[in-house]
C-alpha cells in the first residue's frame, strides 16, 4: 500500500510530462527530482535539534500527556510507569523499549517512555529511532543529480 501511494504521488507530479516526448519527458522527470532532492535537503539543515518538525509535534503530544504518567526508576535505565487510569508499564530505556510496545511499533518514544525520560531531566530526541534523527535524512537526500546543459 506504501508503495502503490508513492508511485501514485510520483505519477501525479509528472502527469504533465508523460505526453511530451522521450528526451522531453525524461528531462523533466530529472529537473523535477533535481529540484526535490535540493528542497529537501535545505529544508532538513533548517532543522533545529536532532528531529524534523514533525517528529518534535509527536514527542511534544506526547510530553504533554506524559504528565498523567508517575515514573518510579527500578534501576540501570528501567520504570515502572503508572498511567493515571491505574495501568502499569514496563519500560526499558537501554533497549528503547515500553511494555505497551507503541515505542517498539514506531521508534519515537509513547507516554509512558516520555514520563521516565523526563524524570531523569534526558532529551527526547536523544531516544527517538536513528531513522528520524537529522543524519538519516540527510544521508537519504545526499545524493545530487547533477545539472545539465541544454539538448541544443
Known sequence: ?????????????????????????????????????????????????????????????????????????????????????????AVDLNAHSCSCHAWDLNGIPFLHACAAISWFHGNLEDFCDAMYKKEAYLRAYEPMIMPMTSQD
Open 1 to 89: 500500500m506504501l508503495m502503490n501511494n508513492l508511485c501514485e504521488a510520483f505519477n501525479r507530479s509528472i502527469m504533465d510530462a508523460r505526453d511530451k516526448p522521450v528526451l522531453t519527458m525524461l528531462e523533466r522527470i530529472r529537473l523535477y527530482i533535481m529540484l526535490l532532492m535540493t528542497g529537501r535537503r535545505v529544508f532538513c539543515e533548517k532543522w533545529h535539534g536532532q528531529v524534523g518538525p514533525r517528529i518534535r509535534k509527536i514527542l511534544e503530544k506526547n510530553k504533554g500527556k506524559a504528565q498523567w504518567c508517575i515514573p518510579k526508576a527500578a534501576g540501570q535505565n528501567k520504570f515502572e510507569v503508572m498511567h493515571h487510569s491505574g495501568r502499569t508499564f
